[in-house]
T-cell receptor, first 120, second 110 residues
Framework: QVQLVQSGAEVKKPGASVRVSCKAS????????MHWVRQAPGQGLEWMGR????????SFAQRFQGRISMTRDTSTGTAYMGLGRLRSDDTATYYC?????????????WGQGTLITVSS | QSVLTQPPSVSGTPGQRVTISCSRS????????MMWYQQLPGTAPKLLFY???QRPSGVPDRFSGSKSGTSGSLTISGLQSEDEADYYC???????????FGGGTKLTVL
């Protein structure tokens, strides 16, 4: 069974940075893109970007350009998402989600989520 | 304003059939496959079905989808109390070069 296990909740101050990890198991990590999606409290889902774990190539939503990074460690099957210059409206649950194969490209399996709280 | 529009809420009683619509409002998403997700309270989204109404293993056949023109819909038959959740549609957005999600529909089982 495909599993994505994310790192734990964090509290950050405005202006700080955060890095969330997502460890994949039960499938070949480098065969599937990984998306990152966030959900503010009581709100809907917002796509942030994706990474090709095979090549490391990334694609980000424009609104996060300049303060987001995505990396991966193929030896451990772990994807990472970093977000800098945090603001209070970055308070959200952040999900990693494997991309369905082929032309579907949309998320199929999701991590359990990581709550990031930005507060002074 | 999402390019995918869903009703904010729907409701039904146990045993009823409910339908949630998802309409596209941008040419950037064209006729790309639409997928549906269920998010139970306090949990991560879960894929309900995709492409040609295929359901991942473990998803009951009470959940089905259909497509009409530029819109899609999710139908839940034989509504059960455990179906109470938020439901999201999603599709690929060529201008975003990524997935776009509908605003979500809260299903209440009365």
């Amino acid at each position: 069974q495909v599993q994505l296990v994310q790192s734990g909740a964090e509290v950050k101050k405005p202006g700080a940075s955060v890095r969330v990890s997502c460890k994949a198991s039960a499938y070949t990590f480098t065969d599937y893109y990984m998306h990152w999606v966030r959900q503010a409290p009581g709100q809907g889902l917002e796509w942030m970007g994706r990474i090709n774990p095979n090549t490391g190539a990334t694609s980000f939503a424009q609104r996060f350009q300049g303060r987001i990074s995505m990396t991966r460690d193929t030896s451990t099957g772990t994807a990472y998402m970093g977000l800098g210059r945090l603001r209070s409206d970055d308070t959200a649950t952040y999900y990693c989600a494997r991309a369905a194969p082929g032309l579907l490209r949309l998320p199929d399996f999701w991590g359990q989520g990581t709550l990031i709280t930005v507060s002074s | 304003q999402s390019v995918l529009t869903q009703p904010p809420s729907v409701s039904g009683t146990p045993g009823q059939r409910v339908t949630i619509s998802c309409s596209r409002s941008s040419s950037n998403i064209g006729s790309h496959t639409m997928m549906w997700y269920q998010q139970l309270p306090g949990t991560a989204p879960k894929l309900l079905f995709y492409s040609n109404n295929q359901r991942p293993s473990g998803v009951p056949d009470r959940f089905s989808g259909s497509k009409s023109g530029t819109s899609g819909s999710l139908t839940i038959s034989g509504l059960q109390s455990e179906d109470e959740a938020d439901y999201y549609c999603a599709t690929w957005d060529d201008s975003l070069n990524g997935p776009v999600f509908g605003g979500g529909t809260k299903l209440t089982v009365l």
